[in-house]
């Protein structure tokens, strides 16, 4: 069953704390992405990896790292640096970020800083 | 910077009617404009998408159209049904950091069709 996972659904983080989300896909994709969206607000775009062990950044990457040093998984972290952090995060992939194509998304995350 | 204005921001509609979302952009350069479907507490869907050597495409009861000149672009649903209730993004394809590939996207519809 191809597709893009994302762990864990539901996330609560102590002010302060470093938290990281998981995303994986076996979808065999080239490109992955990390988008925030807030409440009446579109996809906001913080991190993207073209390749393997390559990234950079979006929008809105302050606060924000990422890694991607396997082709399946690019894991994002919100540090204690991000001074706004409860959101709703999106994962996506697409074949390639080179040219436009459809990028999947994953079921997202939501962050709620206590 | 380039920005995708979306509109109207929420919308209800009657059963069996149409609705139309409308959509312009900034970036002279786009040539991809897709459409998400996001319910609740998930993410987005893909529904239907149109590059820029076509003015229209059309699947089953959702259509696109797409006026270059203009830099704007429209989804429209034909008979609604209840199950189209859902929050509806368009977006459009960027150049961001030498990737084509990016996209930037609009705030987003809320549709309700009522029974």
């Known amino acids: 069953d191809g597709g893009i996972t994302q762990s864990p659904k539901y996330l609560f983080r102590k002010e302060g704390q470093n938290v990281t989300l998981s995303c994986e896909q076996n979808?065999?994709?080239?490109?992955m992405y990390w988008y925030r969206q807030d409440p009446g607000q579109g996809l906001r775009l913080i991190y993207y990896s073209q390749i393997v062990n390559d990234f950079q950044k979006g929008d809105i990457a302050e606060g924000y790292s990422v890694s991607r040093e396997k082709k399946e998984s690019f894991p994002l972290t919100v540090t204690s640096a991000q001074k706004n952090p409860t959101a709703f995060y999106l994962c996506?992939?697409?074949?390639?970020?080179?040219?436009?194509?459809?990028?999947?998304f994953g079921p997202g995350t939501r962050l709620t800083v206590l | 910077g380039e920005n995708v204005e979306q509109h109207p921001s929420t919308l209800s509609v009657q059963e069996g009617d149409s609705a139309v979302i409308k959509c312009t952009y900034s970036?002279?350069?786009?040539?991809?404009f897709p459409w998400y479907k996001q319910e609740l507490g998930k993410g987005p869907q893909l529904i239907i998408d149109i590059r820029s050597n076509v003015g229209e495409k059309k699947d089953q009861r959702i259509a696109v159209t797409l006026n270059k000149t203009a830099k704007h672009f429209s989804l429209h649903i034909t008979e609604t049904q209840p199950e189209d209730s859902a929050v509806y993004f368009c977006a459009a394809s960027r150049n961001y950091g030498g990737s084509q590939g990016n996209l930037i996207f609009g705030k987003g519809t809320k549709l309700s069709v009522k029974p």
């Open positions: 979808l065999n994709h080239d490109a």
């Open positions: 970036d002279s350069a786009s040539n991809y």
């Open positions: 996506a992939s697409s074949v390639t970020s080179i040219t436009y194509n459809e990028q999947f």
